[in-house]
């Protein structure tokens, strides 16, 4: 190949500029191929910023010394949980109005599937653009309160005491606060309201919505540690992995962008056949209900033997 060919056409650094800060930030569409009204962008930094308004008003009555620390918690996982209510009801409410959708004349006939024609900022169109919504009702209601418990110890996690107490350093706890806070809300914008598309896949069809609970799964992992030092205490070395792990919560966009850390159905298959080989002394298999099967057999055999 010369070396005078770029390795990004035009239309491929076009796409990236589109697709790549989607993926970082979680799923906000802030560049599109065309040209779309001002509060198309508005109202996707609002959902955006939604739950560091709810953190924040959490955090703030601590600070202030109005609520207790888990009160404040429980407080803003209460109102997220209502939040994210409040928007798979609208997106539903959308998807059952009989709106037509018309698209916008193109000659490129890649963009075609991005291109709408929006009437209002609360319209039906701009409703099912900004929030396409859940394909099942039991993960509407799974998502909605799964964002209550992100966003709720998230707000444990990063209260400013709490890190201040990590590092005694108020510079250091004013940016892991402000980085840390977009981080839950990248975490929280991919569960309730538009998944975005993750750079590390393992199917090529998510039939049961699992990629949205990627990054939600690697933001709980975080809190358990710092939950863990919480309240099991006079442990250096867990200390010393809170302080890190804080350190690397404000970095974790850019390891989801990356595709360094796999996805949930990965992570788990690959953890099962870990047990299998290292703990079980059994073998790979070939499929993951052989996989899962073998395991269960394995455990229940061994769980008998015990009893006897």
């Known amino acids: 190949m010369s070396p005078d060919v770029p390795l990004l056409n035009d239309y491929k650094q076009d796409f990236l500029l589109k697709r790549f800060p989607q993926t970082v930030l979680g799923g906000p569409r802030l560049k599109l191929g065309y040209c779309a009204p001002p509060y198309i962008y508005v109202n996707q930094i609002v959902l955006f910023l939604m739950p560091w ?44 109005k009989s709106v037509v959708v018309k698209r916008m004349t193109t000659r490129n006939i890649l963009a075609e599937e991005d291109e709408h024609e929006f009437t209002s900022c609360a319209s039906a169109e701009t409703v099912k653009f900004l929030i396409p919504g859940k394909k099942y009702v039991a993960n509407t209601v799974f998502h909605s309160v799964l964002a209550g418990l992100v966003c709720g110890l998230g707000t444990w996690y990063l209260l400013p005491n709490r890190v201040t107490s990590l590092y005694g350093s108020p510079g250091a706890t004013a940016a892991l606060f402000v980085f840390g806070w977009i981080t839950l809300c990248i975490g929280e914008y991919s569960l309730i309201v538009n998944t975005a598309t993750e750079t590390a896949t393992f199917q090529t069809q998510d039939t049961y919505e699992i990629t949205p609970l990627m990054r939600p799964l690697y933001i709980f992992f975080f809190v ?19 302080q890190i792990l804080h350190i690397l919560f404000v970095l974790l966009p ?3 962008a990356l595709g360094t850390l796999p996805p949930p159905d990965a992570l788990f298959f690959w953890a099962v056949e870990q047990v ?3 703990g079980l002394g059994g073998s790979p298999m070939s499929t993951h209900l052989r996989l899962v099967s073998c395991v269960t057999v394995c455990f229940s055999s061994s769980l008998n033997c015990s009893l006897l």
């Open 254 to 256: 850019f390891l989801w």
């Open 276 to 278: 299998l080989e290292f």
């Open 53 to 96: 308004a709810l953190g924040g008003t959490g955090t703030l009555l601590y600070q202030l010394d109005f609520l207790r620390d888990y009160s404040a918690a429980a407080l803003s996982g209460g109102l997220m949980v209502i939040t994210a209510a409040v928007i798979q009801l609208t997106s539903v409410h959308a998807k059952n």
């Open 224 to 242: 358990s540690v710092d939950l863990a030092h919480r309240f099991i205490v006079n442990i250096p070395a867990l200390e010393q992995m809170n």
